[in-house]
Antibody, heavy 124, light 107 residues
């Protein structure tokens, strides 16, 4: 069974850092790009960023709202994707989800499956 | 960035009803449009890719259509488990963006 499990969330003060982990199982992790999303309480879904597989350079892209503060990395030997969050702000408070990025030769691409999420609360 | 706009924002319907949700992109995205379902307290579930192609295991009462800027998600006969929030998402270019969601409620 393909499964993603996020961890590392919690309460953190503004300006501090936090690292989230996304542990994958049930598929060849290194063959896929991985993405992070967030959902503020009562709000919609927001793409945070993603990291391509090593075969595509392992490069990253980010939403403008987190660029320069958040960093996505991966450890294919451990089947883990990370989201390093620095200089956290109150508006970063959200449930954070990771997901596998799936793309077809035709160009169609989507995110599936999603982990259960980990809650990050930024407050003093 | 490509803006995605869904309508309506909420919808009340009954079991057995046919419902349609609309999603509009701020520029042409061909058929690079996905749909997700989210139930309260749960992670999103992937339903449809390429505007009209059902993910394996998704009931056939779900269907999608459209291309360019205008898309629809239709549920042909609502079942109790379909009451949820639905999001469209463009996969044409980064930053990937979502519609604001359509909350489907039981009448």
């Amino acid at each position: 069974e393909v499964q993603l499990v996020e961890s590392g969330g919690g309460l953190v003060q503004p300006g501090r850092s936090l690292r989230l982990s996304c542990t994958a199982s049930g598929f060849t992790f290194g063959d896929y790009a991985m993405s992070w999303f967030r959902q503020a309480p009562g709000k919609g879904l927001e793409w945070v960023g993603f990291i391509r597989r090593k075969g595509y350079g392992g490069t990253t892209e980010y939403a403008a709202s987190v660029k320069g503060r958040f960093t996505i990395s991966r450890d294919d030997s451990k089947n883990i994707a990370y989201l390093q969050m620095n200089s956290l702000k109150a508006e970063d408070t959200a449930m954070y989800y990771c997901s596998r990025y799936y793309d077809l030769w035709s160009g169609s691409n989507w995110f599936d499956p999603w982990g259960q999420g980990t809650l990050v609360t930024v407050s003093s | 960035d490509i803006q995605m706009t869904q309508s309506p924002s909420s919808l009340s319907a009954s079991v057995g009803d046919r419902v349609t949700i609309t999603c509009r992109a701020s520029q042409s995205i061909s058929t690079y449009l996905n749909w997700y379902q989210q139930k309260p307290g749960k992670a999103p579930k992937f339903l449809i890719y390429g505007a009209s192609r059902l993910q394996s295991g998704v009931p056939s009462r779900f269907s999608g259509s459209g291309s360019g800027t205008d898309f629809t998600l239709t549920i042909s006969s609502l079942q109790p488990e379909d009451f949820a929030t639905y999001y469209c998402q463009q996969s044409y270019s980064t930053p990937f963006t979502f519609g604001q969601g359509t909350r489907l409620e039981m009448k």
